[in-house]
């Protein structure tokens, strides 16, 4: 089956701007997860979301936003970019609580 | 919160010996346990998990322990090949976060040849 897919795999912005990302999760997964992947804070959980609820929210600024569709694809959208918001964000999908997250490729994106 | 330890943070061994790699957690909570391997450019993958009810798993080269009591975990990844080479990170969850994972801050290891 098709695994996690995110899209665009890479974005450069400018500050100030906002930016959406995309995540397709596993076929039959409800919940999905995202994280910010960065060298120096490694990874860290932004939100997760179940059948179109948020139900788990990180220690993010209120400029990081996310919802998930009806089909389980699940967007995330940053405000007010930030140079500090560079990083790679990834997206996973779990089919039920504890057990395996599977990761999409990640979508890298720059803030210039 | 929730708050996952990892060491160390690079490894380095010769080919065919072991490696291991720990972590500790804060939240008593938690109770599971997964191992992801990144292998440069890629997505995390995970190699193993174990779940608060097991003490150790095995799968082949590479190994889990897990102590509640004291809350540490480790991985165990014996005859290290070259392919072995990757940043790992430790996971905990808590049924109470449903999936949400906490990181440790991971741990490079490279295998020398």
């Known amino acids: 089956k098709a695994g996690v897919t995110q899209t665009p795999r890479y974005l450069i912005k400018t500050r100030g701007q906002q930016v959406t990302l995309s995540c397709s999760p596993i076929s039959g997964h409800r919940s999905v997860s995202w994280y910010q992947q960065t060298p120096g804070q490694g990874l860290q959980f932004l939100f997760e979301?179940?059948?179109?609820?948020?139900?788990n929210k990180g220690n993010f600024p209120g400029r990081f936003s996310g919802r998930q569709f009806s089909n389980s694809r699940s967007e995330m959208n940053v405000s007010t970019l930030e140079l500090g918001d560079s990083a790679l964000y990834l997206c996973?999908?779990?089919?039920?609580?504890?057990?395996?997250?599977?990761f999409g490729q990640g979508t890298r994106l720059t803030v210039v | 919160g929730e708050n996952v330890e990892q060491h160390p943070s690079t490894l380095s061994v010769q080919e065919g010996d072991s490696a291991v790699i720990k972590c500790t957690y804060s939240?008593?909570?938690?109770?599971?346990f997964p191992w992801y391997k990144q292998e440069l450019g890629k997505r995390p993958q995970l190699i193993i998990d174990i779940r608060s009810n097991v003490g150790e798993k095995k799968d082949q080269r590479i190994a889990v322990t897990l102590n509640k009591t004291a809350k540490h975990f480790s991985l165990h990844i014996t005859e290290t090949q070259p392919e072995d080479s990757a940043v790992y990170f430790c996971a905990a969850a808590s049924m109470e976060y449903g999936n949400k994972l906490v990181f440790g801050a991971g741990t490079i290891l490279r295998v020398k040849s």
């Open positions: 939240d008593s909570a938690s109770n599971y």
């Open positions: 979301y179940f059948s179109e609820t948020q139900r």
């Open positions: 996973a999908s779990s089919f039920r609580d504890s057990t395996e997250a599977f």
